[in-house]
């Protein structure tokens, strides 16, 4: 017989965790190296990423952000040289 009390259902936004990106992910997605990947975190260059002890891990939005931020048109080029 169960003799717990009754667990409120959690709420959604609580447990749900976004899925963190490895390095050899990120370096994929970016279509870099993963030697490049590490140079940059050393150069403290780059997007930024999660220390979990030895593990380095990179949320998803900070990759569409700073892939955001690295995004270079045309016009932006034009607007340098003047």
Excluded at 33 to 50: E, M, N
Aim: aromatic share 4%; glycine share 2%; charged share 35%.
């Amino acid at each position: 017989m169960n003799t717990s009390l009754p667990r409120e259902p959690k709420r959604s936004n609580e447990t749900e965790l976004e899925t963190l990106l490895t390095e050899r992910e990120y370096a994929t997605i970016t279509k870099r190296s993963v030697a490049s990947v590490r140079r940059d975190r050393l150069l403290r260059q780059g997007c930024p990423y999660v220390k979990l002890g030895a593990l380095v891990r990179y949320r998803p939005d900070d990759v569409r952000a700073h892939l955001e931020r690295s995004l270079r048109r045309p016009a932006d080029a034009l607007q340098a040289d003047v």
